[in-house]
């Protein structure tokens, strides 16, 4: 009786433009009607939205009165805000146009991710608003499509069907991979997505590497976070491809790129594999060399090639003597302590983006080569150091 009565109440308030409409279209006001039911299932809500709604929202309300759960969930949204009442008309429109079948994987939907699920069915005109109610669609894949909704990652309902309109273009296991990247990082995934070019979204999603998966995901996680862009997602992968197979290339640059926590690392690691590919997967002997004293690792050597050259890569180098002598020192005796590695009638190479002083490193290049070959400490070994400045295209030796 408590619930009649305050249903009752509630409809009486109803504005006079409000009733009139409701007369008009022939929806009598008796305890079974539908404009009686919206009120005692959503209460206030349903009431503002009675009252707030134009012509075509207002009888898509009402027809809906008979799937209350649907309804509340739509009607929930929009006081929350999620929802302008414009949405509010589309969404309770298009929900009304599902089939039995669309209407039964949407209210599963709607009850996993709630707000989320309503807000892609009233915003999106693409392919995300499909997918909320596709049955051949992963269950996962649709609810991360939801989530990325939510998600600070994605600036628009554009940006999310045209990632999930690329994710469609994709075949095989490129296919299956974006789909399972989207359900690990959510809106991270669809940006990542919908930043790649056609020829990235190969390179990124047809790597088979070792720990591909778990590059895919950090990748994604580094663009929204703003350390790398697409373009070098994709230049990583696609070198990375070309070095598989290759011993150390996983625990080296790629758990580099993984792991990095700044810009800096990233590009750092994409420089490795940059220059790996340069050299050629054929010359290359092993990557990421290290160096342990006991269970502490002391030193790690970036590039061994078959001839036995270490070529170790930089993003700079070259602006103060102390750096350089160190640098020197440290590589030098990761070579001379690797027991696969030559000290003796080796090169050492280093390749930089861009060297500060060159005189400067022509001189210590001399001090070490001199050092070498007339200390005992360092069995008197006859080693050859260059430093490629990449900039410049030119090779700095004694």
Same mark, same amino acid.
């Given at each position: ?17 409000? /009733? ?13 009607? =539908? ?11 349903? =009431? ?7 012509? $075509? ?9 008979? $799937? ?10 929009? #006081? ?14 298009? &929900? ?34 499909? @997918? ?31 990632? &999930? ?18 359900? #690990? ?6 940006? %990542? ?10 390179? &990124?999603?047809?790597?088979?590497? +070792? ?19 697409? !373009? ?23 758990? +580099? ?35 342990? !004293? ?7 050597? +970036? ?10 890569? =930089? ?6 003597? +102390? ?8 590589? %030098? ?27 400067? @490193?022509?001189?210590?290049? #001399?001090? /070490? ?8 400490? /360092? ?10 400045? #990449? ?8």
């Amino acid at each position: 009786m408590a619930v009649r009565q305050r249903t009752t109440r509630q409809l009486r308030d109803l504005d006079d433009n409000t /009733w009139r409409w409701i007369n008009d279209n022939g929806i009598v006001y008796k305890p079974a009607s =539908k404009a009686t039911r919206v009120v005692r299932a959503t209460g206030q809500t349903g =009431k503002r939205a009675l009252q707030e709604l134009g012509t $075509d929202g207002r009888a898509a309300l009402l027809r809906l009165s008979d $799937d209350i759960e649907t309804e509340r969930a739509i009607l929930r949204a929009w #006081e929350n805000g999620d929802l302008s009442t414009e949405h509010l008309t589309t969404a309770l429109r298009r &929900v009304e146009e599902m089939s039995v079948t669309e209407r039964r994987i949407y209210k599963q939907m709607a009850r996993v991710s709630g707000d989320d699920a309503v807000e892609v069915m009233a915003k999106s005109d693409g392919p995300a608003r499909r @997918v909320m109610t596709d049955g051949g669609v992963d269950m996962d894949f649709r609810e991360s499509i939801a989530r990325a909704a939510d998600s600070d990652a994605t600036d628009s309902f554009d940006e999310i069907d045209d990632a &999930v309109r690329k994710i469609d273009d994709l075949d095989g296991e490129a296919n299956v991979r974006a789909r399972e990247l989207v359900d #690990e990082t959510d809106g991270a995934g669809v940006k %990542l997505v919908n930043e790649l070019d056609d020829d990235g979204l190969q390179h &990124v999603f047809n790597l088979d590497i +070792d720990a591909a998966d778990a590059f895919r995901t950090a990748a994604a996680r580094h663009v929204d976070a703003g350390y790398a862009d697409a !373009d070098e997602v994709a230049e990583f992968a696609k070198h990375a491809d070309n070095l598989d197979g290759i011993d150390g290339l996983k625990s080296g640059p790629v758990d +580099d790129f993984v792991n990095a926590g700044v810009s800096g690392n990233i590009r750092g690691a994409l420089d490795e594999v940059r220059r790996a590919d340069e050299i050629g997967a054929g010359n290359i002997q092993r990557m990421n060399l290290e160096v342990y !004293d006991g269970k502490d690792q002391v030193g790690e050597l +970036d590039i061994q090639v078959k001839s036995g050259k270490i070529v170790e890569s =930089k993003g700079s180098f070259g602006y103060q003597k +102390d750096e350089i002598a160190s640098q020197f020192e440290g590589k %030098l005796s990761a070579m001379r302590s690797h027991s696969d590695v030559k000290l003796d009638g080796n090169t050492l190479e280093i390749r930089a983006n861009k060297i500060g002083d060159k005189s400067l @490193v022509k001189s210590q290049i #001399e001090k /070490w080569e001199n050092k070498i070959a007339t200390s005992s400490e /360092w069995s008197n070994a006859d080693v050859s150091i260059q430093v490629i400045d #990449e900039s410049a295209n030119t090779i700095i030796t004694r």
